[in-house]
């Protein structure tokens, strides 16, 4: 692609090249493929017209008798042993093979699958959370009971829906290491441990991942931070970030920012641009009037860009993406619950570089070159990169010490309902959650 020449000087911290690392730790012949696997994965059965499996099916003593175990040690995996039913299933076991056996065994592994797979929290305890996880396509319970059954192997066929990410095995190892009688403790650790099977079981080679109460981002690639960067996410209430999984399709070097109505109309800004071209200049906003009256601004890129220097293109239907700020000061504060739901990040510049980079809009020089010029520019990707925004209260921080962050959101609580409660035996996977698209001030909170 052709580079923009620079024009304008930017200060060295502001145009960090990527590091090192990211381009090491990237093979050059990885293919799309092997860089996301949910993502073919999902087109393929789209595609697969071969009816699943029956949901109900013969079971030999032998794989009762494996199933049975399976399910006494489930706490290990955070869920509880009380949800299924052990002792129907062990007396229908003791009478021999019969319809009532391969009615309550398939019963039984299909409820784990549900759980392993999608989580055993209910939809509706899962506020704001609008992730369409792929693994109920991917791994089709009647599929699985099939597969279990015909090879014997029921451990393993329920072991491959845990989640691959390393941060599930370390809050596993840390349940497994919490006394029973810390209850509080192990519930927490139970519902962080659920919140990871409510996305997909794989998240890709490369991607980005951002813990909201953490306020921190990361660049992963094979399941490795390569970088992180300090966040500001949304402030309590409407304007809370939401849980997403979406992709990074481009990069928006020198943003231009259209300034909502709002602000133009409910704060006067339009009529102040056009009364005071000076002000409006030095603060880089430009406005035209209809001639309806309606008054449309735009800040221009420079210093002063409330977008900062770049954004990530990041399309969905929540107008949530991330990007720079100018009020780099933010980033030094405690708690940084402090935006409309977008989700400004640190390092701005160098994110975005590498992003354009692994993403193969562009060669090191040339974003470099773009990001310097000063000049609106959109780059886009040749493969769009795998970004989630997540909700974890115990989780490893970015130097792998197991953590509890601040619940602030209150999203806690209705899961930690749920396990309270018995399990939700016809659960629906339909997100039912509010979409709250919010006009991005991203002013607020500087």
């Not at 003791?94 to 299909?110: R, T």
């Not at 209910?122 to 991917?138: C, E, G, I, Y």
């Not at 928006?252 to 071209?277: A, D």
Request: hydrophobic share 35%.
């Amino acid at each position: 692609m052709a580079a923009i020449a620079a024009s304008g000087a930017i200060a060295q911290d502001e145009t960090d090249s990527p590091p090192e690392s990211v381009e090491a730790s990237v093979p050059e012949d990885t293919s799309f493929e092997e860089a996301f696997p949910q993502m073919v994965a999902s087109e393929v059965v789209q595609g697969d017209l071969t009816p699943p499996g029956p949901l109900v099916q013969p079971w030999s003593l032998t794989n009762a008798i494996t199933l049975i175990a399976f399910i006494e040690g489930i706490a290990a995996e955070g869920l509880d042993p009380l949800d299924y039913d052990l002792e129907a299933l062990k007396v229908a076991l003791s009478s021999g093979p019969s319809d009532e056996l391969d009615a309550l065994a398939s019963k039984n592994f299909v409820w784990l699958v549900e759980d392993l797979r999608d989580g055993r929290t209910p939809q509706h305890a899962r506020k704001q959370w609008f992730v369409v996880d792929p693994d109920r396509d991917r791994f089709r319970t009647g599929d699985l009971l099939t597969e279990a059954l015909q090879t014997g192997d029921i451990l393993g066929t329920l072991a491959q829906l845990n989640p691959t990410h390393p941060d599930y095995t370390r809050l596993k190892e840390e349940l497994a290491n919490t006394p029973e009688s810390e209850t509080d403790k192990r519930k927490l650790i139970r519902a962080n441990m659920d919140r990871w099977r409510w996305l997909a079981r794989d998240l890709g080679t490369i991607y980005l991942i951002t813990n909201v109460p953490e306020y921190q981002l990361r660049l992963t690639v094979g399941d490795k931070i390569i970088n992180t960067y300090r966040t500001i996410v949304g402030k309590p209430g409407r304007t809370a970030t939401p849980q997403l999984a979406e992709t990074v399709s481009g990069v928006v070097f020198n943003p231009t920012w259209t300034v909502p109505q709002s602000i133009v109309k409910g704060e006067g800004l339009g009529e102040r641009v056009l009364n005071n071209p000076a002000w409006a200049k030095r603060n880089g906003y430009t406005a035209t009037r209809g001639t309806n009256g309606w008054i449309t601004v735009v800040q221009q890129p420079g210093p002063g860009n409330s977008l900062g220097r770049m954004k990530l293109e990041m399309p969905n239907r929540h107008a949530i993406f991330f990007h720079d700020t100018p009020s780099r000061h933010l980033f030094e504060k405690a708690g940084r619950a402090l935006s409309h739901g977008c989700i400004r990040t640190e390092k701005a510049l160098e994110l975005a570089i590498t992003m354009a980079i692994l993403g193969k809009g562009a060669s090191k020089e040339e974003a470099i070159e773009i990001a310097t010029s000063g000049k609106y520019t959109k780059v886009m990707n040749e493969r769009e990169l795998p970004a989630y925004i997540t909700y974890f209260t115990m989780a490893s921080d970015i130097n792998g010490e197991m953590k509890t962050f601040k619940d602030i959101y209150g999203r806690d609580a209705p899961v930690l309902a749920s396990l309270d409660k018995p399990r939700v035996k016809d659960r629906s996977n339909v997100i039912d959650d509010e979409v709250i698209v919010i006009e991005n001030d991203p002013r607020a909170g500087a």
